[in-house]
C-alpha cells in the first residue's frame, strides 16, 4: 500500500518534529555535557586540577544516567518533565529526558577525547607559566576538538534513537511507527519510518564526519 498524500504530510510534521527534539536536546545537552567533560578530566587524579572526591562523586551520578535504558528514564522522570514542561506527552515533554540522556553521554565523550591529548602539551604549557583555564582553552580543548566533534556526533545519532523511543509519549517519528505501524499494522509507515531515519542518521554522520576532517590538523 503506497502513502497517502495525508501519511505524507504526518511523516514530514513526525521528522520536523524529531529535527527539533534533537536539535534542541543536543544544544542543551552540549552546553551542559561539554562543561561537565571538562570538569571530570581536569579533576580526575591525573588532571591539573585533580579533586578526587568531588571526580568521583559526579562521575557516579553521570555514569547513573548513562546506564539507565532510555525507556525507563522516560517513564521515570515524568514527574520532573511535568514540572518542567507541564506535560507529559508530546514533543515537548520528550525533550526533557532527551536532554538528561544527551548530557552524560557528551560529558564522558568529552572528557574521553580530553584525554588523548599528548601530555607533553600539557606540561609544556605548565612549564611556561600558564594558567590552568590557559591550558583549558588554548591547549586542551584546541587539541580535543575533532574527536569532541566526532563524539559529539556520536551522542546527536543516538539522540535520533532515543527520540523514536520517546515515541511512546508522542512527538517525532517514533509516534507513527508506534500509532500507526505497530498498533495499525501499517507496516507501510513503519518501512517509511526507518527509512527516513535510516537517510537521517547518514547525513548527520557525514556531516559530522565532513567537520572533523576541517578542523583536524594532524
Known amino acids: 500500500m503506497l502513502l497517502t ?22 544544544v542543551i545537552g552540549g552546553a551542559i555535557g561539554i562543561p561537565l567533560g ?12 585533580s579533586a578526587k572526591v568531588f571526580n568521583r562523586t559526579i562521575g557516579v551520578l553521570v555514569n547513573a544516567v548513562r546506564s ?16 518542567i514542561v507541564g506535560t507529559s ?36 604549557a605548565l612549564s611556561m607559566g600558564a594558567t590552568s583555564m590557559q591550558i583549558i582553552r588554548k591547549v586542551l580543548l584546541p587539541e580535543a576538538l575533532p574527536g569532541i566533534i566526532a563524539g559529539i556526533t556520536i551522542a546527536l545519532v543516538s539522540l535520533v534513537g532515543a527520540s523514536a523511543m520517546a515515541g511512546a509519549i508522542g512527538g517525532g517519528l517514533g ?10 499494522f501499517m507496516p507501510e509507515i513503519m518501512y517509511s519510518v526507518v527509512v527516513i531515519l535510516i537517510v537521517f ?18
Open 68 to 83: 539507565t535504558p532510555f525507556i525507563i528514564l522516560l517513564v521515570a522522570i515524568q514527574p520532573l518533565t511535568r514540572l
Open 38 to 49: 571538562i570538569l571530570l578530566h581536569v579533576t580526575s587524579p591525573q588532571g591539573i586540577l
Open 175 to 184: 509516534d507513527p511507527a508506534i500509532r500507526y505501524g505497530y498498533q495499525r
Open 201 to 218: 542518521v547518514q547525513a548527520m554522520q557525514s556531516l559530522g564526519d565532513w567537520t572533523v576532517r576541517k578542523v583536524s590538523h594532524r
Open 89 to 124: 506527552i508530546g514533543t515537548s515533554a520528550a525533550l526533557v529526558p532527551l536532554t538528561i540522556a544527551a548530557a552524560p553521554m557528551i560529558s564522558r565523550l568529552v572528557e574521553s577525547s580530553l584525554r588523548e591529548v599528548d601530555k607533553g602539551l600539557i606540561e609544556a
Open 5 to 26: 498524500p495525508e501519511m505524507i504530510d504526518m511523516m514530514l510534521d513526525s521528522f520536523i518534529e524529531t529535527l527539533i527534539m534533537v536539535g534542541i536536546a543536543g
